[in-house]
T-cell receptor, first 110, second 110 residues
Framework: SQQGEEDPQALSIQEGENATMNCSYKTSINNLQWYRQNSGRGLVHLILIRSNEREKHSGRLRVTLDTSKKSSSLLITASRAADTASYFCATNQAGTALIFGKGTTLSVSS | NAGVTQTPKFQVLKTGQSMTLQCAQDMNHNSMYWYRQDPGMGLRLIYYSASEGTTDKGEVPNGYNVSRLNKREFSLRLESAAPSQTSVYFC?????????FGPGTRLTVL
């Protein structure tokens, strides 16, 4: 069964706005990762946050992790049309493969 | 480097036919994975190989077999295709915590 659940399922915003998507998971983890998938393409790794970290930044991306609530959020600041894609969280437990959520579809219009 | 390559890109099968999806990576990664992606379901792990010579079942292995031919190649075989196996199949390899995905094979079983 899937470990992560993203929320919302779909998000539509205007260019320049911020986009926030959330991920909840069920069991303890070593790390949590976010991936992006452009339409018709494979997934691309965006950022990883370890279980002992609370916040991480990479360019316009900001990820937070709350292990007590078993949740993470991905914030994309100043969105661009090129950010239109599906975003997936994936959790990693010790000795197991990544488990992906169902994804959030982000649409950024100009 | 080509990264992770998959062949074919598209395939149409009739129920009961067999086929092998090919995957190769040139990044010298030990771990390789096969996922299927269905609408609204995210990615589900079919099989994985932690190293050359080993394979393990994932979440949805029924109806599939795999072969880790060598360190570079990891193939997925459908012995008797069923309409329920209509999906997009992704192969991935892993370096430390990050997974690298191929472009996918879109399979339709009639």
């Amino acid at each position: 069964s899937q470990q992560g659940e993203e929320d919302p399922q779909a998000l539509s915003i205007q260019e320049g706005e911020n986009a926030t998507m959330n991920c909840s998971y069920k069991t303890s983890i070593n790390n949590l990762q976010w991936y992006r998938q452009n339409s018709g393409r494979g997934l691309v790794h965006l950022i990883l946050i370890r279980s002992n970290e609370r916040e991480k930044h990479s360019g316009r991306l900001r990820v937070t992790l709350d292990t007590s609530k078993k949740s993470s959020s991905l914030l994309i600041t100043a969105s661009r049309a090129a950010d239109t894609a599906s975003y997936f969280c994936a959790t990693n437990q010790a000795g197991t493969a990544l488990i992906f959520g169902k994804g959030t579809t982000l649409s950024v219009s100009s | 480097n080509a990264g992770v390559t998959q062949t074919p890109k598209f395939q149409v099968l009739k129920t009961g036919q067999s086929m092998t999806l090919q995957c190769a990576q040139d990044m010298n990664h030990n771990s390789m994975y096969w996922y299927r992606q269905d609408p609204g379901m995210g990615l589900r792990l079919i099989y994985y190989s932690a190293s050359e010579g080993t394979t393990d079942k994932g979440e949805v292995p029924n109806g599939y077999n795999v072969s880790r031919l060598n360190k570079r190649e990891f193939s997925l075989r459908l012995e008797s295709a069923a309409p329920s196996q209509t999906s997009v199949y992704f192969c991935a390899s892993r370096k430390v915590n990050e997974q690298f995905f191929g472009p996918g094979t879109r399979l339709t079983v009639l």
